[in-house]
Nanobody
């Protein structure tokens, strides 16, 4: 099993920056991909960014150029640096993990709230 715990959410003004973190514990060696998703009120959860154990990164078009996903060397902690935040970035941000060969993310954190005021 893998346990994921997010932290670092909060309230920020539009144009500001925030960094959220995800601490992983348990069978972390089995994780190859770690991703960030978000869900705004009344909307479906959407993909934000992903990083893999080889360092490859993937971003949603809505955050490309503003958000950066990174990890520590052991991939026990993953970060999402969010710059130039917009009110439409307001959501609960979830960390997720999946193993090599898995199509769907199978481990999820509890989420952290990010609110961007205009």
């Amino acid at each position: 099993q893998v346990r994921l715990v997010e932290s670092g959410g909060g309230l920020v003004q539009a144009g500001g920056s925030l960094r959220v973190s995800c601490a992983a514990s348990g069978r972390t060696v089995s994780m190859f991909f770690m991703g960030w998703f978000r869900q705004a009120p009344g909307k479906e959860r959407e993909f934000v960014a992903e990083i893999n154990r080889s360092g490859g990164r993937l971003y949603a078009d809505a955050v490309k150029g503003r958000f950066t996903v990174s990890r520590d060397s052991a991939m026990n902690t993953v970060f999402l640096q969010m710059n130039s935040l917009k009110p439409e970035d307001t959501a609960v941000y979830y960390c997720a993990a999946r193993s090599w060969g898995e199509i769907n993310y199978n481990y999820w954190g509890q989420g952290t709230q990010v609110t961007v005021s205009s």
